[in-house]
């Protein structure tokens, strides 16, 4: 083989204007195709299997896409599992030492003493900046696969999924608050999402807590100790008698109801708080998510705080006695921090119950807003450490691709609000629970449209 024949593994030495192109067009290689400068100047068993892994690795990317673009759920599925985000950590790794080697290689083939000096640092920048670039790209990715596993595990739990009833998925979603001046966690933000399995069409029923009489289903343990509702005939363990006591009292004073419960990755406070929601809505409840509100304030400032329109001016309290006010919201357009975002959904002075049902709400829809693909993986090792503290919940990780496909349906549908209040026509402090399963019933399974006349 003549030098004219293969100028780039047998180029003149002797002549820097060669060498410089040489060096330029190897380290351009490296960057397009891993693997080829090797094959061309160096090593070639080396560069054959450079070439075969990056080869490998267009070709896993291009199944990937066309996965994705087909069947999306599958693409969520794999990347919402332990063991399949510690083999993409595993082959990520592989790939940023492999490229690393690569490259380092290549800047050894380039024989920089042999191109012009004026050439020499930025071959080498170049090809520093591709080695940083790539491997750390993928290293970084790893690191993410490896956080994302942890937090999968910590927060959600292992187990067989479940087929939607009726078409349905219906989830409790509870805001729990703990604060100083109480006896074991009550929730306060009190939700159920009804979730068409194939559309996405969310329902949401805003159950008010001060709800009393609530009633239980025939199967439930709370079912034969309070027939009538809770607390209707002799009163009830705790304090007061409404819907976000009934928490406090099972998980205080009678866990023995859901002996199961802490094995199914639950509570039995958040079971007798699915056995209320059920008995309130006629709805089978299949999953809870618990969300500690005082951790919400860190999940928010993971976020980068979330904005959202004010209606009118929000008070914020100087103590927890809800009594005294230390500054106020403004009315109108805020991007609030976690600890702004935290009293709008809390507070209480001058307003109602419905009011702050209204705002949680607001506030529960502008943080899903928030949670786009771009400030997830920017801000993901933030938001993983605060999730992993703020969210309880007894969805299994096998159906965490599924939800995350269906989310994405459901936001870009408009949700429909059941507000158990009484504009709506329901009492809190006297309800008529076949009015409220009426209701329910109508938004979540709303009849047919009669057909037109041709």
Request: aromatic share 10%; with cysteine.
């Amino acid at each position: 083989m003549s030098l004219a024949a293969s100028p780039i593994r047998y180029p003149d030495l002797s002549s820097r204007p060669v060498m410089t192109r040489r060096a330029w067009w190897l380290v351009v290689l490296n960057l397009l195709i891993p693997g080829s400068a090797q094959v061309l100047a160096g090593d070639r068993k080396l560069g054959r299997f450079g070439l075969g892994a990056t080869l490998a690795m267009w070709f896993l990317a291009l199944v990937g896409l066309a996965v994705w673009t087909l069947w999306p759920a599958t693409v969520y599925t794999v990347f919402s599992t332990s063991i399949s985000l510690w083999i993409v950590a595993i082959v990520l790794v592989f790939y940023a030492v492999l490229w690393a080697v690569l490259t380092l290689d290549t800047l050894r083939l380039v024989r920089l003493v042999k191109t012009a000096p004026s050439a020499r640092a930025w071959v080498a920048a170049f090809t520093v900046a591709v080695m940083v670039g790539v491997s750390g790209s993928a290293a970084y990715g790893a690191y993410l696969a490896t956080t994302a596993s942890g937090f999968l595990s910590s927060v959600f739990v292992a187990g067989p999924s479940e087929p939607p009833i009726d078409g349905k998925y219906n989830i409790l979603l509870l805001g729990g608050d703990a604060g100083p001046d109480r006896d074991g966690l009550r929730p306060d933000s009190i939700r159920v999402v009804s979730v068409d399995a194939e559309t996405g069409q969310a329902v949401t029923v805003g159950l008010p807590r001060n709800m009393v009489d609530v009633p239980f289903p025939g199967d439930s343990p709370l079912a034969s100790v309070y027939p009538e509702g809770y607390g209707a005939i002799d009163g009830c363990e705790v304090d007061v008698c409404m819907l976000n006591s009934i928490y406090t009292e099972v998980e205080l004073k009678s866990p023995d109801m859901y002996p199961d419960a802490v094995a199914r990755g639950s509570e039995p406070g958040i079971e007798a708080m699915r056995d209320a929601a059920e008995g309130i809505t006629g709805l089978p409840i299949q999953y809870y998510v618990l969300i500690d509100m005082a951790g919400f304030q860190q999940l928010i400032d993971a976020l980068g705080g979330v904005t959202i329109n004010v209606p009118e001016d929000v008070p914020i309290h100087a103590d927890e006695t809800f009594t005294t006010v230390a500054e106020w919201i403004p009315a109108g357009e805020q991007h609030l921090d976690g600890y702004h975002a935290l009293w709008y959904a809390r507070s209480r002075h001058g307003t109602s119950d419905y009011d702050r049902m209204a705002r949680q709400l607001q506030l529960q829809e502008a943080v899903l807003a928030q949670f786009n693909a771009a400030n997830v993986l920017a801000k993901f090792q933030e938001i993983a450490s605060a999730g992993s503290q703020v969210v309880k919940t007894d969805v299994p990780q096998g159906m965490l691709g599924y939800f995350v496909d269906l989310a994405s349906k459901t936001k870009e549908l408009p949700i429909v609000d059941v507000p158990l209040v009484p504009d709506n026509g329901v009492d809190p402090e006297d309800p008529d629970y076949d009015h409220i399963r009426q209701l329910v019933a109508t938004a979540v399974f709303p009849p047919e449209p009669e057909p037109t006349e041709g």
